[in-house]
């Protein structure tokens, strides 16, 4: 080989090379390097076609295609079968080699589609990374019917760079899409954590999941399936933004795929085959049949056996890779934490109501029943003394038991009011404001707006106030206080204020808070709301709650 052949083909690889790195759009850089690589060496015509996992091939770019091979939108270049691919398919393609004619040139010219511009031949080179072969290479020009030794070298160099740099794109791309994607985890973790409360906290966390995976990921199909004993309940079905509950039963003998997901440390791949089970009456099968990669997880917690299985799909055959693994993963560990603490709501809320019963005991034995108790003795009292004619002591025994009557009927009304006050249908400020004069306090009360409070809310702003007024009369060294309730759109917040002693304020976070105020920034928070405390010492204290009034807001944690 000649000094000079030597000269143009570094000045091939070295166009080659610099034109590869001018681009990280893969389409943009094959075409560009196509055209490169024809006029550096003096080639007329030439394609690339990809080939999947699955043999099916695509041709990402093309340059000087003849008339006959651009016919009905380059129908010849999109299906059909070839030698250079038959080959490619059956494994013999393994380096650059001459083909003598082009079976798709032969299709056009049988098929009369028009002019081939003399083009018959052309040469094939292998596309490859490292030992996976990802496509093909065709190139040549009208009446070259074969390429020297030294020409299909200098095209396999070409084919082995454009190798490099494919492979470069697709680990760019992975990176790029492995930071949108746990980018996108992070948004969706964060929503997620506004964890809805309530006695169907589970049964809404569920919907609420599928609904962030659907707005925050792009996967075109998701499933959460819940395991219950033997069976597995089809929860939620998200695809093509629409949104399915079916709520259907599979055995986990009907698809023991399911029960091995379950099993499972980490995401498995699925046959596409098994997500028909999931199709039922209410759910259109066909839905499914564009899929062609699935991949499935389990929503474990606490390293037991899984509560339930995530599923998402994708209609392309390398549409899920590693990286939605990984975040699928993640988006399961997710859940499930959120469903624990759904889990663990629940039981708080239960633990709450037992305790609040527990209260009211107490409160009955200790002062009604004591009181009813001793009314009952007193009637046996008097029922003695009128046996003996002793009508003056039986007199005054009758209007002990009327005093303990009056005092065992006001205590009763003030466990009810501590339950439900009964002025509350005129307003928390007036029930508020006739609590406080019981409590010995002049409550100046002033409402602003209007609003139709939640009930849980309203038993919250119940609480909190009564608190508040509970710690002025005893801590505050003043009978004077204010409270005003705003009433907004989507909020709503209540503010009580003395101008007493003051306080020495705490923080939450250091465990320093007491525990009245602790309980009522917990009663905030638990309905989505927030508690602030101002106080100075000798110029008073304030105590503010706001909480929100949205449908979608009441119940949930709020955002730090």
């Not at 929503?299 to 209609?315: N, Q, R």
């Not at 809320?349 to 009211?360: P, Q, T």
């Not at 009128?386 to 009327?402: P, T, Y």
């Not at 976070?509 to 309905?527: D, P």
Request: net charge negative; aromatic share 6%; proline share 3%.
């Amino acid at each position: 080989m000649t000094n000079d052949l030597h000269v143009q083909e570094l000045t091939t690889l070295k166009t080659i090379a610099e034109t590869l790195n001018q681009s990280n759009d893969l389409a943009f850089m094959l075409d560009t390097v196509l055209g490169r690589l024809l006029e550096v060496t003096g080639l007329s015509f030439g394609w690339i076609f990809f080939v999947d996992a699955d043999q099916a091939y695509t041709c990402v770019a093309d340059r000087n295609l003849p008339p006959a091979l651009l016919f009905e939108e380059k129908r010849f270049m999109k299906c059909g079968s070839c030698w250079c691919l038959d080959r490619y398919q059956g494994g013999q393609l393994k380096n650059a080699v001459n083909i003598l004619s082009c079976k798709r040139l032969n299709n056009a010219r049988k098929a009369n589609t028009g002019d081939t511009c003399g083009f018959t031949h052309h040469a094939t080179v292998p596309l490859r990374i490292g030992e996976r072969l990802f496509g093909v290479l065709n190139v040549g020009s009208p009446g070259k019917a074969h390429f020297t030794d030294e020409e299909l070298a200098l095209l396999q160099a070409v084919a082995f760079q454009i190798g490099v740099a494919v492979e470069r794109m697709r680990l760019h791309e992975e990176k790029e899409r492995r930071a949108e994607l746990f980018s996108r985890l992070g948004e969706f973790s964060r929503a997620l954590t506004i964890t809805l409360s309530g006695e169907d906290a589970g049964g809404q966390l569920n919907l609420h999941a599928m609904q962030l995976v659907g707005t925050h990921f792009d996967w075109p199909f998701a499933a959460l399936l819940e395991r219950v004993g033997d069976y597995f309940i089809v929860r939620s079905l998200h695809f093509d933004h629409v949104q399915l509950t079916p709520n259907s039963r599979i055995s986990a003998a009907e698809a023991p795929w399911l029960d091995q997901v379950g099993r499972a440390q980490g995401y498995q791949a699925v046959d596409v085959a098994n997500i028909s089970v999931l199709t039922r009456s209410d759910v259109q099968p066909q839905l499914f049949k564009a899929l062609q990669s699935v991949i499935a997880a389990p929503v474990t917690f606490g390293g037991t056996e899984a509560c339930g299985i995530l599923v998402i799909g994708h209609p392309g055959s390398c549409g899920l890779n590693q990286v939605d693994g990984a975040v699928l993963e993640a988006v399961a560990e997710h859940m499930a934490i959120a469903l624990e603490n759904a889990r663990l709501e629940e039981v708080r809320l239960d633990l709450a109501r037992l305790e609040e019963r527990n209260r009211l005991a107490r409160d009955l034995h200790d002062s009604v029943s004591q009181l009813l108790f001793s009314i009952s003795m007193t009637a046996k009292g008097v029922e003695s003394l009128l046996g003996s004619e002793q009508l003056d002591s039986a007199k005054n025994a009758v209007k002990d038991m009327q005093a303990l009557s009056r005092d065992a009927l006001k205590e009763m009304r003030a466990l009810i009011v501590q339950l439900r006050p009964a002025g509350v249908e005129k307003g928390i400020v007036a029930a508020l404001a006739e609590y406080g004069t019981r409590l010995g306090l002049q409550v100046n009360g002033q409402t602003t707006g209007q609003a139709s409070l939640p009930h849980v809310a309203e038993e919250a702003l119940w609480r909190i106030g009564q608190e508040a007024l509970n710690n002025v009369s005893k801590h505050a060294g003043t009978s004077k206080v204010s409270v005003a309730l705003v009433a907004q759109t989507d909020e709503i917040s209540l503010t009580v204020t003395d101008y007493g002693r003051g306080m020495k304020t705490g923080s939450p976070s250091t465990g320093q808070e007491s525990f009245g105020l602790s309980n009522m920034r917990e009663r905030a928070e638990m309905v989505g709301g927030r508690f602030q405390l101002t106080s100075r010492t000798g110029k008073g204290t304030s105590i503010e709650v706001r909480l929100p009034l949205s449908a979608d807001s009441i119940g949930k944690v709020p955002k730090k």
